[in-house]
Structure formats: structure tokens, C-alpha cells
């Protein structure tokens, strides 16, 4: 299984990106999708999450209105709609796929360890 994401960047502060995730090697829409971010010598942390489905969506608090998560079937695509950035937001994002298929709604708690395939990561740096 591979997943690649891209869409990473520089952004000024109060700036949007996109985030984009595909896999190859595995029936794509049959697993949750998630993003995490990770800050050199910080914990990851996991900041939103979609359903196989696309219907369930969560998101940390630290994040919630101001990303949006969406899956794109057709495309094979999930991407990570990021507004109104602030330099906090500076770090590696990494989109993983969930361990397990077809999954009811999405974690209540987003663990790294529920994660089965992770991607690369994409750098995100927010200026102040």
C-alpha cells in the first residue's frame, strides 16, 4: 500500500491550503481516512478524520472551523480544506488510512495507533 499525500507549502498567516491524499494497493473508499500533524520533539497529534463512506467526520478541537474534511470517490482523493491559518499550524501533516474496513462512522478518539498505511508527510509552514 502506498499513500502519497502533497499540497503542503509556505502560506502567510490568516492564509488557506489544500491537502491531498490518494492510496494505491488497496480499495481506497472501503477505509476511514485520516490526517495528523507532527511538530519536531511534539506529540502527533490527529486532526480530522472521514469515513469510508464520507458521511462521518471528526475534528480536534484545535482545528474545528477552520478545516474541512472531504473525500472525493470519484477522484480517489481526500482532501483537508485549511482556512484561516495561524502560525500553530506549522508542522508535518501525514494522511493514514484506517486498519479497519469499512468502518462504522469515524474514531471517537483519533489514534495513531488505529492507523494501518501512512504517507510521507507534507510540510505546512504558516509566517507570521
Known amino acids: 500500500v502506498q499513500v502519497v499525500e502533497s499540497g503542503g507549502g509556505l502560506v502567510q498567516s490568516g492564509g488557506s491550503l489544500r491537502l491531498s491524499c490518494t492510496a494505491s494497493?488497496?480499495?481506497?473508499?472501503?477505509?476511514?481516512t485520516a490526517w495528523f500533524r507532527q511538530v519536531p520533539g511534539k506529540e502527533r497529534e490527529g486532526i480530522s478524520c472521514i469515513s469510508w463512506s464520507g458521511g462521518s467526520q471528526y475534528y480536534a478541537d484545535s482545528v474545528k472551523g477552520r478545516f474541512t474534511i472531504t473525500r472525493d470517490r470519484k477522484k480517489n482523493f481526500v482532501y483537508l480544506q485549511m482556512n484561516n491559518l495561524s502560525p500553530e499550524d506549522t508542522a508535518i501533516y501525514y494522511c493514514a488510512i484506517d486498519s479497519e474496513r469499512l468502518r462504522v462512522g469515524v474514531p471517537k478518539v483519533l489514534r495513531g495507533s488505529d492507523m494501518a498505511w501512512w504517507g510521507q508527510g507534507t510540510q505546512v509552514t504558516v509566517a507570521s
Open positions: 494497493g488497496l480499495i481506497f473508499d472501503e477505509y476511514a
